[in-house]
């Protein structure tokens, strides 16, 4: 599921990033949440996972939300399990899964630490200025593919476009998958649906299975780390002595 905002909207970002981006992230979950809840479209309490993008292929600013949402959900009594539902219609881009969710997830955690661009797309940099590859997803076939160049400043300036504000979150987890409730969610949906729960690791059997430290603080009993071994060197010797030896 992509959610994004017409341009006007968008524009202030420039100057109030935080409260904008907020909003495109609770009111994307908001209406996720609420439509899942209506019994003519789902009538079920959904999770999904929201990540954050600003940019376009070109730099340009295009504040936008990407959500991976489960195929169904918890009914309200959190008794039932209800079967996905696939033909109702959302009033937002949405697609099935191309390969399963696995890649999905794959597809989507790529972009999860990405910047505005990659250096691979960078191709020069001169007097004429900056000059990349960019997507031009209007076109089809080959001619997608095309180069652009601007100049330093106005690279620089769409770039800065994409900067979040210090501490913003662009990953959030909502409804079934809030951070808050997301094991017992997952607990009871696995055992609706019987699916047998992948056993877990206990803090002794990774005790058990990790080697004791080769070295040990004497002082207080905790695993040392090597983080540089300094080779031995030649003594240093004394310059040869001047003329004849007695």
Not at 49 to 73: C, D, E, M, Q
Not at 102 to 116: D, G, I, N
Not at 173 to 202: K, M
Request: overall charge positive; some cysteine; aromatic content about 8%.
């Amino acid at each position: 599921m992509v959610f994004t905002v017409p341009a006007p909207i968008s524009a202030i970002a420039y100057y109030n990033k935080t409260i904008l981006y907020g909003l495109l992230f609770e009111i994307a979950a908001e209406i996720l949440r609420t439509i899942a809840a209506d019994p003519k479209h789902l009538g079920a309490q959904i999770g999904a996972t929201l990540v954050l993008h600003t940019w376009g292929s070109a730099l340009t600013h295009h504040p936008h939300v990407h959500g991976i949402v489960p195929g169904g959900g918890l009914s309200l009594d959190g008794a039932d399990w209800l079967a996905p539902l696939r033909k109702c219609e959302w009033v937002v881009y949405a697609k099935r899964p191309f390969a399963g969710p696995e890649a999905v997830l794959a597809y989507l955690s790529r972009y999860t630490h990405r910047v505005a661009i990659a250096n691979s797309r960078l191709l020069a940099m001169d007097e004429r200025g900056v000059t990349f590859r960019w997507k031009d997803y209007r076109a089809k076939g080959r001619t997608r593919q095309k180069t652009m160049t601007l100049s330093p400043d106005e690279f620089i300036r769409r770039f800065l476009l994409h900067v979040l504000p210090s501490g913003f979150h662009r990953i959030r987890h909502v409804g079934l998958l809030a951070n808050g409730g997301r094991r017992d969610h997952l607990a009871r949906a696995r055992e609706l649906l019987q699916v047998v729960p992948e056993p877990t690791e206990t803090k002794a059997d990774a005790l058990e299975r990790t080697p004791p430290p080769t070295f040990v603080c004497p002082d207080c009993g905790a695993a040392m780390m090597i983080i540089e071994i300094l080779a031995r060197k030649p003594l240093i010797r004394a310059p040869p002595p001047q003329g004849p030896v007695p």
